[in-house]
Protein backbone atom coordinates (compact mmCIF):
# COMPACT_ATOMS: atom_id res chain seq x y z
CA UNK A 1 0.00 0.00 0.00
CA UNK A 2 0.95 3.28 -0.31
CA UNK A 3 2.35 5.24 2.51
CA UNK A 4 -0.57 7.34 4.38
CA UNK A 5 -0.99 10.67 3.37
CA UNK A 6 -1.11 11.71 6.79
CA UNK A 7 1.29 14.59 8.04
CA UNK A 8 -0.09 15.23 11.55
CA UNK A 9 2.37 15.66 14.22
CA UNK A 10 0.37 12.55 16.46
CA UNK A 11 1.42 10.17 13.54
CA UNK A 12 5.36 10.41 13.88
CA UNK A 13 5.64 7.64 16.29
CA UNK A 14 2.58 5.28 14.78
CA UNK A 15 5.76 2.42 13.27
CA UNK A 16 8.24 3.22 15.87
CA UNK A 17 6.50 1.29 18.52
CA UNK A 18 7.03 -2.31 18.74
CA UNK A 19 3.33 -4.05 20.24
CA UNK A 20 2.86 -7.47 19.86
CA UNK A 21 -1.20 -8.35 19.76
CA UNK A 22 -2.25 -10.14 22.86
CA UNK A 23 -4.77 -12.21 20.74
CA UNK A 24 -4.31 -16.23 21.09
CA UNK A 25 -6.12 -16.69 17.67
CA UNK A 26 -6.68 -14.76 14.26
CA UNK A 27 -10.44 -15.20 14.74
CA UNK A 28 -9.69 -13.30 18.18
CA UNK A 29 -7.64 -10.77 16.31
CA UNK A 30 -10.48 -10.27 13.90
CA UNK A 31 -12.89 -10.40 16.31
CA UNK A 32 -11.05 -6.87 17.52
CA UNK A 33 -11.35 -5.48 13.99
CA UNK A 34 -14.78 -6.22 13.58
CA UNK A 35 -15.63 -3.64 16.77
CA UNK A 36 -13.84 -1.38 15.24
CA UNK A 37 -15.44 -1.89 12.12
CA UNK A 38 -18.75 -1.64 14.08
CA UNK A 39 -17.77 2.32 15.06
CA UNK A 40 -16.31 2.85 11.62
CA UNK A 41 -19.57 1.99 9.70
CA UNK A 42 -21.41 4.17 12.18
CA UNK A 43 -19.72 7.10 11.10
CA UNK A 44 -19.81 6.30 7.84
CA UNK A 45 -23.18 6.70 7.78
CA UNK A 46 -22.93 10.84 8.24
CA UNK A 47 -22.34 12.65 5.68
CA UNK A 48 -19.31 15.43 5.59
CA UNK A 49 -21.38 17.65 3.39
CA UNK A 50 -24.81 17.72 6.42
CA UNK A 51 -22.07 17.58 9.05
CA UNK A 52 -20.25 20.61 8.14
CA UNK A 53 -23.60 22.61 7.18
CA UNK A 54 -24.52 21.25 11.27
CA UNK A 55 -21.52 22.80 12.32
CA UNK A 56 -20.39 25.45 10.57
CA UNK A 57 -20.80 27.75 13.54
CA UNK A 58 -18.80 25.82 15.69
CA UNK A 59 -15.90 25.36 13.20
CA UNK A 60 -12.61 27.34 14.01
CA UNK A 61 -9.46 27.52 11.63
CA UNK A 62 -6.77 25.36 12.75
CA UNK A 63 -2.77 25.56 11.92
CA UNK A 64 -2.60 22.24 10.94
CA UNK A 65 -0.91 20.20 7.80
CA UNK A 66 -3.61 17.73 7.04
CA UNK A 67 -3.12 15.89 3.88
CA UNK A 68 -1.58 18.85 1.83
CA UNK A 69 -5.09 20.32 2.96
CA UNK A 70 -4.95 23.98 1.88
CA UNK A 71 -7.35 25.10 4.69
CA UNK A 72 -8.32 23.31 7.92
CA UNK A 73 -11.18 23.69 9.97
CA UNK A 74 -12.02 21.51 13.52
CA UNK A 75 -14.07 21.65 16.43
CA UNK A 76 -13.83 18.92 19.48
CA UNK A 77 -15.57 16.69 17.35
CA UNK A 78 -14.42 17.18 13.72
CA UNK A 79 -11.44 17.80 11.55
CA UNK A 80 -12.32 19.09 8.07
CA UNK A 81 -9.40 19.62 5.14
CA UNK A 82 -10.09 21.30 2.15
CA UNK A 83 -8.45 22.01 -1.08
CA UNK A 84 -8.28 25.14 -3.16
CA UNK A 85 -11.85 25.02 -4.29
CA UNK A 86 -12.95 24.67 -1.01
CA UNK A 87 -13.91 21.04 -1.76
CA UNK A 88 -13.72 18.39 1.17
CA UNK A 89 -10.94 16.45 1.25
CA UNK A 90 -10.68 14.59 4.19
CA UNK A 91 -12.91 14.44 7.61
CA UNK A 92 -12.45 12.91 11.09
CA UNK A 93 -14.19 12.02 13.65
CA UNK A 94 -12.30 12.59 17.28
CA UNK A 95 -13.23 10.54 20.65
CA UNK A 96 -14.98 7.35 18.64
CA UNK A 97 -13.23 5.33 21.22
CA UNK A 98 -12.80 5.32 24.95
CA UNK A 99 -8.70 6.63 24.45
CA UNK A 100 -7.77 9.41 22.14
CA UNK A 101 -9.15 8.10 18.77
CA UNK A 102 -10.02 9.33 15.33
CA UNK A 103 -11.90 7.83 12.27
CA UNK A 104 -10.25 9.68 9.27
CA UNK A 105 -11.98 9.80 5.39
CA UNK A 106 -9.88 10.80 2.76
CA UNK A 107 -11.49 11.94 -0.18
CA UNK A 108 -10.58 12.32 -4.33
CA UNK A 109 -11.13 15.35 -6.11
CA UNK A 110 -14.25 13.55 -7.73
CA UNK A 111 -16.07 12.89 -4.12
CA UNK A 112 -15.15 9.61 -3.68
CA UNK A 113 -13.65 7.69 -1.09
CA UNK A 114 -9.77 7.67 -1.19
CA UNK A 115 -8.89 5.93 2.34
CA UNK A 116 -10.62 4.87 5.73
CA UNK A 117 -9.28 3.91 8.12
CA UNK A 118 -9.01 4.74 12.76
CA UNK A 119 -6.45 5.90 14.71
CA UNK A 120 -6.53 4.61 18.55
CA UNK A 121 -3.94 5.97 20.83
CA UNK A 122 -1.69 7.09 18.20
CA UNK A 123 -1.13 4.12 16.46
CA UNK A 124 -3.17 2.99 13.25
CA UNK A 125 -5.44 -0.06 14.67
CA UNK A 126 -7.87 -1.93 12.80
CA UNK A 127 -8.43 -2.56 8.89
CA UNK A 128 -7.42 0.32 6.50
CA UNK A 129 -9.44 0.56 3.60
CA UNK A 130 -8.30 2.11 0.61
CA UNK A 131 -10.05 2.30 -2.90
CA UNK A 132 -9.68 3.50 -6.07
CA UNK A 133 -10.75 6.55 -7.73
CA UNK A 134 -14.12 5.22 -9.89
CA UNK A 135 -15.21 4.05 -6.16
CA UNK A 136 -14.01 0.45 -6.31
CA UNK A 137 -11.89 -1.70 -2.85
CA UNK A 138 -8.32 -1.19 -3.52
CA UNK A 139 -6.93 -2.92 -0.36
CA UNK A 140 -7.98 -3.75 3.15
CA UNK A 141 -4.91 -4.52 5.37
CA UNK A 142 -5.26 -5.28 9.25
CA UNK A 143 -3.25 -3.04 11.88
CA UNK A 144 -2.74 -3.44 15.19
CA UNK A 145 -1.27 -0.48 17.27
CA UNK A 146 0.38 0.66 14.06
CA UNK A 147 1.82 -2.61 12.65
CA UNK A 148 0.33 -4.76 9.85
CA UNK A 149 -1.21 -8.16 11.74
CA UNK A 150 -3.48 -10.56 9.89
CA UNK A 151 -4.21 -11.09 6.05
CA UNK A 152 -3.82 -7.97 3.65
CA UNK A 153 -6.14 -8.32 0.74
CA UNK A 154 -5.54 -6.35 -2.33
CA UNK A 155 -8.03 -5.93 -5.26
CA UNK A 156 -7.91 -5.66 -9.28
CA UNK A 157 -10.20 -2.54 -9.98
CA UNK A 158 -12.57 -5.30 -11.51
CA UNK A 159 -13.14 -6.38 -7.70
CA UNK A 160 -10.99 -9.85 -8.17
CA UNK A 161 -8.69 -10.61 -5.72
CA UNK A 162 -5.12 -9.40 -6.74
CA UNK A 163 -2.89 -10.47 -3.59
CA UNK A 164 -3.53 -11.98 -0.23
CA UNK A 165 -0.59 -11.80 1.64
CA UNK A 166 -0.59 -12.65 5.46
CA UNK A 167 1.32 -10.67 8.16
CA UNK A 168 2.61 -11.22 11.36
CA UNK A 169 4.34 -8.33 13.93
CA UNK A 170 4.75 -6.46 10.53
CA UNK A 171 5.77 -9.41 8.77
CA UNK A 172 5.18 -11.20 6.28
CA UNK A 173 4.43 -14.76 7.54
CA UNK A 174 2.93 -17.81 5.55
CA UNK A 175 0.94 -18.13 2.72
CA UNK A 176 0.83 -15.76 -0.05
CA UNK A 177 -1.59 -15.97 -2.92
CA UNK A 178 -1.17 -13.93 -5.92
CA UNK A 179 -4.12 -14.10 -8.61
CA UNK A 180 -4.86 -13.12 -12.39
CA UNK A 181 -7.09 -10.38 -12.93
CA UNK A 182 -10.02 -12.58 -13.85
CA UNK A 183 -10.25 -14.44 -10.42
CA UNK A 184 -7.74 -17.46 -10.61
CA UNK A 185 -4.88 -18.36 -9.17
CA UNK A 186 -1.59 -17.54 -10.10
CA UNK A 187 1.29 -18.18 -7.60
CA UNK A 188 1.59 -19.72 -4.27
CA UNK A 189 4.56 -18.99 -2.29
CA UNK A 190 5.10 -19.13 1.93
CA UNK A 191 7.25 -16.31 3.90
CA UNK A 192 8.67 -17.24 7.02
CA UNK A 193 10.60 -14.13 8.98
CA UNK A 194 9.47 -11.93 5.87
CA UNK A 195 11.56 -13.97 3.45
CA UNK A 196 10.27 -16.84 1.04
CA UNK A 197 10.73 -19.86 2.30
CA UNK A 198 9.20 -23.05 1.61
CA UNK A 199 7.08 -24.50 -1.53
CA UNK A 200 6.93 -22.11 -4.42
CA UNK A 201 3.96 -23.30 -6.92
CA UNK A 202 3.13 -20.80 -10.23
CA UNK A 203 -0.30 -21.39 -12.17
CA UNK A 204 -1.89 -21.48 -15.77
CA UNK A 205 -4.63 -19.01 -16.40
CA UNK A 206 -6.33 -22.75 -17.19
CA UNK A 207 -5.39 -23.70 -13.70
CA UNK A 208 -2.63 -26.24 -14.31
CA UNK A 209 0.49 -26.11 -12.70
CA UNK A 210 3.66 -23.65 -14.63
CA UNK A 211 6.36 -24.26 -12.57
CA UNK A 212 6.91 -26.03 -8.79
CA UNK A 213 10.02 -25.34 -6.39
CA UNK A 214 11.13 -24.67 -3.18
CA UNK A 215 12.69 -21.30 -1.57
CA UNK A 216 15.02 -20.96 1.07
CA UNK A 217 15.71 -17.34 2.82
CA UNK A 218 14.64 -15.81 -0.20
CA UNK A 219 16.55 -17.82 -2.66
CA UNK A 220 15.48 -20.42 -4.82
CA UNK A 221 16.71 -23.74 -3.73
CA UNK A 222 16.96 -27.04 -5.98
CA UNK A 223 14.73 -28.37 -8.28
CA UNK A 224 12.15 -26.36 -10.28
CA UNK A 225 9.94 -28.27 -12.05
CA UNK A 226 8.12 -27.05 -15.02
CA UNK A 227 4.87 -27.74 -16.89
CA UNK A 228 2.93 -27.03 -20.28
CA UNK A 229 -0.66 -25.76 -20.20
CA UNK A 230 -1.77 -28.97 -20.62
CA UNK A 231 0.37 -31.02 -18.14
CA UNK A 232 3.29 -31.92 -19.89
CA UNK A 233 6.16 -32.17 -17.59
CA UNK A 234 8.89 -30.25 -19.70
CA UNK A 235 12.06 -30.35 -17.94
CA UNK A 236 13.99 -28.76 -14.69
CA UNK A 237 15.58 -25.98 -13.29
CA UNK A 238 18.14 -26.49 -10.15
CA UNK A 239 19.45 -23.92 -8.00
CA UNK A 240 21.63 -23.38 -5.78
CA UNK A 241 22.25 -19.60 -4.14
CA UNK A 242 20.14 -18.35 -6.60
CA UNK A 243 22.47 -19.77 -9.27
CA UNK A 244 21.46 -21.98 -11.65
CA UNK A 245 23.75 -25.21 -12.04
CA UNK A 246 21.90 -27.52 -13.91
CA UNK A 247 19.02 -27.64 -16.68
CA UNK A 248 16.88 -29.84 -18.69
CA UNK A 249 14.75 -27.66 -20.23
CA UNK A 250 15.28 -26.14 -24.00
CA UNK A 251 16.78 -22.98 -24.20
CA UNK A 252 13.23 -21.82 -25.58
CA UNK A 253 11.10 -23.36 -23.06
CA UNK A 254 13.78 -21.43 -20.47
CA UNK A 255 13.33 -18.48 -21.53
CA UNK A 256 9.75 -18.20 -22.47
CA UNK A 257 8.91 -19.75 -18.78
CA UNK A 258 11.76 -18.35 -16.91
CA UNK A 259 10.39 -14.85 -17.42
CA UNK A 260 7.60 -15.56 -15.38
CA UNK A 261 8.65 -15.49 -12.47
CA UNK A 262 12.58 -13.58 -13.10
CA UNK A 263 11.15 -10.85 -10.63
CA UNK A 264 10.39 -13.57 -7.95
CA UNK A 265 13.85 -12.93 -5.75
CA UNK A 266 13.35 -9.12 -6.19
CA UNK A 267 11.73 -8.74 -2.93
CA UNK A 268 14.60 -9.20 -0.78
CA UNK A 269 17.06 -6.62 -2.92
CA UNK A 270 14.14 -4.41 -2.77
CA UNK A 271 13.38 -4.64 1.01
CA UNK A 272 16.49 -4.65 2.37
CA UNK A 273 17.06 -1.08 0.56
CA UNK A 274 13.47 0.21 1.27
CA UNK A 275 11.25 -1.51 3.38
CA UNK A 276 7.75 -1.86 2.15
CA UNK A 277 8.23 -1.58 -1.52
CA UNK A 278 4.49 -1.21 -2.85
CA UNK A 279 4.19 1.92 -5.40
CA UNK A 280 6.96 2.96 -8.02
CA UNK A 281 10.50 2.99 -7.46
CA UNK A 282 12.41 5.15 -10.04
CA UNK A 283 16.11 5.43 -11.43
CA UNK A 284 16.80 9.01 -12.71
CA UNK A 285 19.82 10.13 -15.12
CA UNK A 286 22.30 12.08 -14.23
CA UNK A 287 20.07 15.36 -14.96
CA UNK A 288 17.64 14.03 -12.07
CA UNK A 289 14.33 13.66 -14.84
CA UNK A 290 13.38 9.82 -14.53
CA UNK A 291 15.15 6.68 -16.42
CA UNK A 292 13.11 3.97 -14.97
CA UNK A 293 9.24 3.97 -13.27
CA UNK A 294 8.95 0.12 -11.63
CA UNK A 295 5.65 -0.15 -10.24
CA UNK A 296 5.99 -3.11 -7.66
CA UNK A 297 3.37 -5.17 -5.68
CA UNK A 298 3.57 -6.35 -1.73
CA UNK A 299 5.52 -9.08 -2.85
CA UNK A 300 8.46 -7.06 -4.52
CA UNK A 301 7.03 -8.37 -7.88
CA UNK A 302 6.16 -5.64 -10.54
CA UNK A 303 2.84 -4.98 -11.32
CA UNK A 304 1.03 -2.29 -13.14
CA UNK A 305 3.13 -0.11 -15.72
CA UNK A 306 6.89 -0.34 -16.13
CA UNK A 307 8.21 2.76 -18.32
CA UNK A 308 11.08 3.64 -19.73
CA UNK A 309 12.36 7.07 -20.36
CA UNK A 310 14.31 9.23 -22.91
CA UNK A 311 16.48 11.41 -21.28
CA UNK A 312 14.75 14.31 -21.93
CA UNK A 313 11.67 12.82 -20.23
CA UNK A 314 9.70 11.73 -23.90
CA UNK A 315 8.69 7.84 -23.00
CA UNK A 316 10.55 5.05 -24.96
CA UNK A 317 9.30 1.68 -23.85
CA UNK A 318 6.10 0.57 -22.34
CA UNK A 319 5.10 -2.33 -20.56
CA UNK A 320 2.19 -3.71 -18.22
CA UNK A 321 2.96 -6.57 -15.53
CA UNK A 322 0.01 -8.27 -13.30
CA UNK A 323 1.90 -9.61 -10.16
CA UNK A 324 5.36 -9.99 -11.89
CA UNK A 325 3.97 -11.44 -15.35
CA UNK A 326 4.05 -9.43 -18.83
CA UNK A 327 0.17 -9.00 -19.61
CA UNK A 328 -1.36 -6.53 -22.62
CA UNK A 329 0.33 -4.31 -24.67
CA UNK A 330 3.91 -3.06 -24.79
CA UNK A 331 4.70 -0.16 -26.73
CA UNK A 332 7.86 1.18 -27.88
CA UNK A 333 8.47 4.85 -29.13
CA UNK A 334 11.29 7.03 -31.13
CA UNK A 335 12.18 10.23 -29.59
CA UNK A 336 9.45 11.94 -31.59
CA UNK A 337 6.84 9.86 -29.89
CA UNK A 338 6.32 7.42 -33.14
CA UNK A 339 5.49 4.11 -32.04
CA UNK A 340 8.04 2.13 -33.84
CA UNK A 341 6.87 -1.55 -31.63
CA UNK A 342 3.97 -3.03 -30.78
CA UNK A 343 3.23 -6.33 -29.13
CA UNK A 344 1.34 -8.04 -26.85
CA UNK A 345 1.50 -10.44 -24.19
CA UNK A 346 -0.94 -12.81 -22.47
CA UNK A 347 0.35 -14.69 -19.25
CA UNK A 348 3.67 -13.99 -19.81
CA UNK A 349 3.63 -15.26 -23.37
CA UNK A 350 3.76 -13.10 -26.33
CA UNK A 351 1.64 -13.06 -29.19
CA UNK A 352 1.14 -12.29 -32.67
CA UNK A 353 -0.28 -8.83 -33.21
CA UNK A 354 -0.06 -6.12 -35.20
CA UNK A 355 3.11 -3.68 -34.77
CA UNK A 356 2.68 -0.49 -35.85
CA UNK A 357 4.97 1.88 -37.30
CA UNK A 358 3.12 4.63 -37.64
CA UNK A 359 -0.60 6.88 -38.27
CA UNK A 360 -1.54 8.44 -41.35
CA UNK A 361 -4.38 10.86 -41.60
CA UNK A 362 -6.71 10.96 -44.31
CA UNK A 363 -6.55 14.52 -46.34
CA UNK A 364 -8.80 14.24 -49.10
CA UNK A 365 -12.47 14.34 -48.87
CA UNK A 366 -12.55 10.58 -49.18
CA UNK A 367 -10.45 7.91 -50.60
CA UNK A 368 -10.47 4.36 -51.43
CA UNK A 369 -9.16 1.38 -49.60
CA UNK A 370 -7.52 -1.38 -51.89
CA UNK A 371 -6.84 -5.00 -51.46
CA UNK A 372 -3.74 -6.57 -52.84
CA UNK A 373 -4.79 -6.78 -55.97
CA UNK A 374 -6.15 -3.56 -56.66
CA UNK A 375 -9.84 -4.32 -55.73
CA UNK A 376 -11.49 -1.42 -53.63
CA UNK A 377 -12.88 -2.65 -50.53
CA UNK A 378 -14.35 0.32 -49.56
CA UNK A 379 -14.10 4.12 -49.18
CA UNK A 380 -12.89 6.17 -45.63
CA UNK A 381 -13.50 9.86 -45.34
CA UNK A 382 -11.44 12.68 -45.08
CA UNK A 383 -9.41 13.57 -40.82
CA UNK A 384 -9.79 9.71 -40.40
CA UNK A 385 -6.75 8.26 -38.73
CA UNK A 386 -5.50 5.24 -39.99
CA UNK A 387 -3.23 2.65 -38.46
CA UNK A 388 -0.28 1.54 -40.22
CA UNK A 389 1.25 -1.78 -39.62
CA UNK A 390 3.84 -3.54 -40.61
CA UNK A 391 2.41 -5.50 -43.18
CA UNK A 392 5.29 -4.61 -46.43
CA UNK A 393 3.43 -1.75 -49.23
CA UNK A 394 1.93 -3.13 -52.53
CA UNK A 395 2.08 -1.48 -55.23
CA UNK A 396 3.12 1.68 -54.21
CA UNK A 397 0.24 1.74 -51.54
CA UNK A 398 0.69 1.48 -48.32
CA UNK A 399 -0.65 -0.96 -45.76
CA UNK A 400 -3.25 0.38 -42.91
CA UNK A 401 -6.28 -0.69 -40.69
CA UNK A 402 -9.01 0.91 -39.67
CA UNK A 403 -12.70 -0.23 -38.25
CA UNK A 404 -11.75 -3.54 -38.53
CA UNK A 405 -10.41 -3.59 -42.30
CA UNK A 406 -7.44 -4.21 -43.46
CA UNK A 407 -6.16 -3.01 -46.59
CA UNK A 408 -3.94 -0.28 -48.76
CA UNK A 409 -3.95 3.41 -49.73
CA UNK A 410 -2.48 5.46 -51.41
CA UNK A 411 0.52 7.70 -49.91
CA UNK A 412 -0.87 10.79 -52.00
CA UNK A 413 -4.59 10.81 -50.15
CA UNK A 414 -2.57 10.76 -46.98
CA UNK A 415 -0.55 12.56 -44.17
CA UNK A 416 2.12 10.54 -41.75
CA UNK A 417 1.11 12.05 -38.29
CA UNK A 418 3.10 12.13 -34.89
CA UNK A 419 0.68 10.22 -32.24
CA UNK A 420 2.76 12.65 -29.73
CA UNK A 421 1.09 15.79 -31.10
CA UNK A 422 -2.03 14.19 -32.68
CA UNK A 423 -4.88 12.55 -30.85
CA UNK A 424 -5.11 8.76 -31.62
CA UNK A 425 -8.38 7.70 -31.47
CA UNK A 426 -8.91 5.21 -27.80
CA UNK A 427 -11.11 3.66 -26.15
CA UNK A 428 -11.77 4.27 -22.08
CA UNK A 429 -14.01 2.73 -19.49
CA UNK A 430 -15.44 4.93 -16.81
CA UNK A 431 -16.14 2.04 -14.62
CA UNK A 432 -19.91 1.75 -16.19
CA UNK A 433 -19.51 2.46 -19.68
CA UNK A 434 -16.63 1.92 -22.24
CA UNK A 435 -16.37 5.26 -24.64
CA UNK A 436 -14.85 5.18 -28.20
CA UNK A 437 -13.08 8.80 -28.12
CA UNK A 438 -12.75 9.88 -31.81
CA UNK A 439 -10.80 12.99 -30.71
CA UNK A 440 -10.20 14.83 -27.48
CA UNK A 441 -13.65 16.66 -27.49
CA UNK A 442 -15.93 13.98 -28.98
CA UNK A 443 -16.74 10.21 -27.94
CA UNK A 444 -19.49 7.73 -28.20
CA UNK A 445 -20.74 5.45 -25.54
CA UNK A 446 -20.09 1.47 -27.01
CA UNK A 447 -19.96 -0.92 -24.44
CA UNK A 448 -20.74 -1.53 -21.04
CA UNK A 449 -17.51 -1.86 -18.80
CA UNK A 450 -15.35 -4.57 -19.33
CA UNK A 451 -13.26 -6.41 -16.20
CA UNK A 452 -10.30 -6.21 -17.59
CA UNK A 453 -10.28 -2.61 -18.29
CA UNK A 454 -8.61 0.03 -15.67
CA UNK A 455 -10.74 3.30 -15.06
CA UNK A 456 -9.51 6.19 -17.11
CA UNK A 457 -6.47 4.31 -19.02
CA UNK A 458 -6.55 4.54 -22.39
CA UNK A 459 -7.03 1.51 -24.98
CA UNK A 460 -6.33 0.85 -28.31
CA UNK A 461 -7.63 -1.46 -31.03
CA UNK A 462 -8.52 -1.35 -35.15
CA UNK A 463 -11.15 -2.42 -35.69
CA UNK A 464 -12.89 -1.56 -31.79
CA UNK A 465 -13.61 -5.36 -30.89
CA UNK A 466 -10.38 -7.29 -30.44
CA UNK A 467 -7.79 -5.64 -27.16
CA UNK A 468 -4.97 -8.61 -27.01
CA UNK A 469 -5.96 -9.99 -23.99
CA UNK A 470 -9.78 -9.33 -23.88
CA UNK A 471 -12.35 -8.50 -26.43
CA UNK A 472 -15.59 -5.81 -26.70
CA UNK A 473 -19.29 -6.68 -26.92
CA UNK A 474 -20.64 -3.94 -28.74
CA UNK A 475 -24.64 -4.46 -27.81
CA UNK A 476 -26.11 -3.05 -30.69
CA UNK A 477 -23.23 -3.09 -33.48
CA UNK A 478 -23.19 -6.09 -34.77
CA UNK A 479 -27.17 -7.18 -34.02
CA UNK A 480 -29.72 -8.49 -36.38
CA UNK A 481 -31.64 -5.12 -38.01
CA UNK A 482 -33.72 -7.26 -39.17
CA UNK A 483 -35.20 -8.56 -35.94
CA UNK A 484 -37.92 -6.27 -34.23
CA UNK A 485 -37.66 -4.35 -31.27
CA UNK A 486 -39.23 -4.77 -27.69
CA UNK A 487 -40.09 -1.18 -27.54
CA UNK A 488 -43.91 0.34 -28.32
CA UNK A 489 -44.74 3.16 -30.45
CA UNK A 490 -45.21 5.13 -26.84
CA UNK A 491 -41.75 4.04 -25.77
CA UNK A 492 -40.06 5.92 -29.18
CA UNK A 493 -42.27 8.91 -28.88
CA UNK A 494 -41.07 9.55 -24.95
CA UNK A 495 -37.58 8.89 -25.79
CA UNK A 496 -37.08 12.33 -27.95
CA UNK A 497 -38.20 13.79 -24.35
CA UNK A 498 -35.50 11.76 -22.83
CA UNK A 499 -33.05 12.70 -25.45
CA UNK A 500 -33.83 16.42 -25.52
CA UNK A 501 -35.72 16.69 -28.90
CA UNK A 502 -38.60 17.00 -28.03
CA UNK A 503 -39.20 19.77 -30.83
CA UNK A 504 -37.72 17.59 -33.13
CA UNK A 505 -39.69 17.01 -36.71
CA UNK A 506 -39.47 13.11 -35.83
CA UNK A 507 -41.28 13.41 -32.03
CA UNK A 508 -44.73 11.52 -32.08
CA UNK A 509 -43.49 9.06 -34.66
CA UNK A 510 -43.52 6.09 -32.83
CA UNK A 511 -46.43 4.56 -34.58
CA UNK A 512 -44.82 5.46 -38.25
CA UNK A 513 -41.25 3.81 -37.39
CA UNK A 514 -43.10 1.22 -35.97
CA UNK A 515 -45.07 0.83 -39.09
CA UNK A 516 -41.81 0.61 -41.25
CA UNK A 517 -40.92 -1.99 -38.73
CA UNK A 518 -43.98 -4.32 -39.28
CA UNK A 519 -44.49 -3.38 -43.11
CA UNK A 520 -41.05 -3.76 -44.41
CA UNK A 521 -39.26 -5.70 -41.16
CA UNK A 522 -36.87 -3.09 -40.48
CA UNK A 523 -35.90 -2.39 -36.29
CA UNK A 524 -37.42 0.77 -35.70
CA UNK A 525 -35.20 1.02 -32.19
CA UNK A 526 -32.28 1.47 -35.41
CA UNK A 527 -34.62 4.07 -37.79
CA UNK A 528 -35.05 5.84 -35.07
CA UNK A 529 -30.84 5.89 -34.16
CA UNK A 530 -30.23 6.27 -38.01
CA UNK A 531 -32.18 9.34 -38.05
CA UNK A 532 -30.83 10.60 -35.05
CA UNK A 533 -26.95 10.57 -36.38
CA UNK A 534 -28.18 11.84 -39.44
CA UNK A 535 -30.54 14.37 -39.61
CA UNK A 536 -29.82 15.80 -35.72
CA UNK A 537 -32.56 14.10 -34.41
CA UNK A 538 -34.67 15.11 -37.07
CA UNK A 539 -33.45 19.04 -36.64
CA UNK A 540 -30.92 19.50 -39.66
CA UNK A 541 -32.22 21.63 -42.68
CA UNK A 542 -31.94 18.82 -44.93
CA UNK A 543 -34.58 17.37 -42.52
CA UNK A 544 -36.59 20.60 -42.01
CA UNK A 545 -36.42 20.95 -45.90
CA UNK A 546 -36.46 17.76 -47.92
CA UNK A 547 -37.76 15.34 -45.08
CA UNK A 548 -34.54 13.52 -45.53
CA UNK A 549 -33.45 11.92 -41.95
CA UNK A 550 -30.92 9.23 -43.16
CA UNK A 551 -28.63 10.98 -45.56
CA UNK A 552 -30.24 9.14 -48.49
CA UNK A 553 -27.98 9.95 -51.62
CA UNK A 554 -26.82 12.76 -49.43
CA UNK A 555 -23.37 12.82 -51.17
CA UNK A 556 -20.32 13.99 -49.33
CA UNK A 557 -19.16 16.49 -52.01
CA UNK A 558 -22.21 18.06 -52.19
CA UNK A 559 -25.29 16.98 -49.46
CA UNK A 560 -28.02 19.40 -49.13
CA UNK A 561 -28.38 19.39 -52.91
CA UNK A 562 -27.80 15.91 -53.54
CA UNK A 563 -29.93 14.16 -50.62
CA UNK A 564 -33.21 12.89 -51.72
CA UNK A 565 -37.13 15.18 -51.28
CA UNK A 566 -39.54 12.94 -49.50
CA UNK A 567 -43.12 14.86 -49.13
CA UNK A 568 -43.83 14.59 -45.86
CA UNK A 569 -42.47 13.44 -42.68
CA UNK A 570 -43.89 10.14 -42.69
CA UNK A 571 -42.84 9.32 -46.31
CA UNK A 572 -39.83 10.13 -45.31
CA UNK A 573 -39.49 7.00 -42.20
CA UNK A 574 -41.75 5.03 -44.90
CA UNK A 575 -39.43 5.61 -47.72
CA UNK A 576 -36.02 5.30 -46.29
CA UNK A 577 -36.85 1.93 -44.40
CA UNK A 578 -38.06 0.53 -47.78
CA UNK A 579 -35.09 1.86 -49.52
CA UNK A 580 -32.59 0.73 -46.75
CA UNK A 581 -34.45 -2.98 -46.51
CA UNK A 582 -34.55 -3.08 -50.59
CA UNK A 583 -30.60 -1.67 -50.75
CA UNK A 584 -28.93 -2.85 -47.57
CA UNK A 585 -30.70 -5.80 -45.47
CA UNK A 586 -32.62 -8.10 -47.78
CA UNK A 587 -29.29 -8.62 -50.35
CA UNK A 588 -26.21 -9.66 -50.64
CA UNK A 589 -25.14 -8.38 -53.67
CA UNK A 590 -23.73 -4.51 -54.07
CA UNK A 591 -23.91 -2.21 -52.08
CA UNK A 592 -25.49 -4.79 -49.61
CA UNK A 593 -22.84 -6.39 -47.02
CA UNK A 594 -25.27 -8.17 -44.22
CA UNK A 595 -28.10 -6.96 -42.13
CA UNK A 596 -26.50 -5.42 -39.66
CA UNK A 597 -24.38 -1.62 -38.71
CA UNK A 598 -21.17 -3.65 -38.50
CA UNK A 599 -17.95 -1.37 -39.85
CA UNK A 600 -15.14 -0.96 -42.60
CA UNK A 601 -14.94 -4.72 -42.47
CA UNK A 602 -18.40 -6.13 -42.92
CA UNK A 603 -22.25 -4.63 -42.55
CA UNK A 604 -24.11 -1.37 -43.78
CA UNK A 605 -20.94 0.76 -43.01
CA UNK A 606 -18.66 -0.59 -45.64
CA UNK A 607 -20.98 0.95 -48.48
CA UNK A 608 -23.66 3.13 -47.06
CA UNK A 609 -21.24 5.68 -45.22
CA UNK A 610 -17.23 6.63 -45.80
CA UNK A 611 -17.13 7.71 -41.80
CA UNK A 612 -15.21 4.78 -40.71
CA UNK A 613 -17.15 4.71 -37.14
CA UNK A 614 -20.83 5.45 -38.91
CA UNK A 615 -21.92 2.17 -37.48
CA UNK A 616 -20.60 2.32 -34.36
CA UNK A 617 -22.12 5.84 -34.00
CA UNK A 618 -25.46 4.94 -34.91
CA UNK A 619 -25.28 1.53 -32.37
CA UNK A 620 -24.06 4.28 -29.80
CA UNK A 621 -27.34 5.72 -30.13
CA UNK A 622 -29.26 2.51 -29.89
CA UNK A 623 -27.41 1.68 -26.67
CA UNK A 624 -28.13 5.07 -24.74
CA UNK A 625 -31.86 4.59 -26.29
CA UNK A 626 -32.24 1.31 -24.50
CA UNK A 627 -30.79 1.84 -21.61
CA UNK A 628 -33.12 5.07 -21.01
CA UNK A 629 -36.08 3.07 -21.79
CA UNK A 630 -34.98 0.27 -19.90
CA UNK A 631 -33.06 -2.07 -21.47
CA UNK A 632 -36.01 -4.11 -22.99
CA UNK A 633 -33.31 -5.04 -26.13
CA UNK A 634 -30.66 -6.36 -24.53
Excluded: C
Excluded at 3 to 29: D, G, Q, Y
Excluded at 304 to 311: A, L, P, Q, T
Amino acid sequence: MKRFLITLILMLSVFSIATAHPFKSEKELYNYYVEIDKKINEELKNSPEKILKDRKNTLKPLSMNVFGADKVLGDNSYLFGFDKNGKIMSMMKRNVLDTPSMIARIYYSNGNLKELYLMDDDFVTGIVRTYYESGKKHEEIPYYKGKKEGLRKIYFENGNLSNEVHYFDDSREGKTTDYYSNGKVLRVKNYKNNMIDGEFTEYYRNGQIKVKGTYKDDLRDGEFKFYSENNKYLGSVFYKDKEIIKSTLSEEDKDELDDSFEFADMSSFLRAATGDIVGARTDKYPNGKTRISMPYNVNGELHGDYIEFYEDGKISYKKTYENGIRQGKSMGYLENGKVIEEKNYVDGKEMEVNAYSGYYKVVSLYIPVYDASGNILSHVSKDTILFRDNRASVGGRIPVQVAGLTGYVNPSQVQAVNSSTTFIPDYVSDGKYVYHRYSQYSKVMVAYHNANMVVGKSYYSADGINFGTFKLDHPFQFSNLKSKTNYTAADLDRLYSLMGASDSRLAGKGATFKAAEERYGVNALYLVAHSALESAWGRSKIARDKNNFFGISAYDNNPYNAATKFDDVDSGILGAARWINEKYLSKSTYPARGAYLGNKAGGMNVNYATAPYWGESIASIMFAANEKLGRKDR
